[in-house]
């Protein structure tokens, strides 16, 4: 997952990827089959490892909460010491090659997955009166993830972790939070 992380889904070499698990390449394809289905359980893993704070930051009772847990969670993320810089669902395949197609696509689903778990619990925070009527939803999921997405470059950039809480301050300041 780290090699991934760092590297890409293209960058990783078969080298790497076996060095890092401590095993041959004739055993990576007899455990994994191929560098793709590798890849696939090694974004498994960081969807429920790493990334497993948005799951818990959706799960507050209050949206404000929501929105503050999950984005200083993300710069808290983005700078602990010993991971690599940025986010491997924004660099493990955005810039990925014509064959690494299908790992692309694998990416880009992730990012709905994540896109359309906020649309609930936006809708959930209109029905329940924490949010204007007028709000949408998708427009609401797509701008926070650009938001994170910009924190996923920030950090890729050098930025530390004070930089980017206060980057998050400042939104949440703009949002009223």
Same mark, same amino acid.
């Given at each position: ?73 993300? =710069?808290? !993320? ?10 491997? #669902? @924004?660099? %493990? *395949?955005?810039? +990925? ?43 609401? =999921?797509? !701008? ?10 920030? #950090? @890729?950039? %050098? *930025?530390?972790? +004070? ?15």
């Amino acid at each position: 997952m780290r090699v991934f992380w760092e590297k890409s889904y293209d960058g990783a070499t078969m080298r790497e990827l076996t060095d890092a698990m401590g095993i041959n390449r004739s055993s990576m394809y007899t455990a994994f089959r191929d560098k793709e289905a590798l890849f696939k359980l090694a974004v498994e893993r960081y969807a429920t490892g790493p990334m497993s704070y948005l799951h818990a930051a959706l799960r507050e009772k209050h949206f404000k909460d929501v929105v503050r847990s999950a984005l200083k969670g993300t =710069a808290d !993320f983005l700078s602990t010491p010993g991971n690599p810089r940025g986010c491997l #669902s @924004v660099q %493990g *395949a955005l810039a +990925s090659s014509t064959e690494s197609e299908p790992v692309k696509q694998m990416m880009v689903e992730l990012r709905r997955q994540g896109e359309t778990a906020l649309k609930k619990r936006i809708q959930q925070a209109k029905n329940d009166g924490e949010l204007a009527a007028e709000v949408n939803p998708s427009d609401y =999921a797509r !701008f926070f993830g650009l938001i994170v997405s910009g924190l996923a470059v920030q #950090s @890729v950039n %050098g *930025a530390s972790r +004070s930089e980017m809480q206060r980057s998050v301050d400042i939104f949440l300041q703009l949002l009223g939070y």
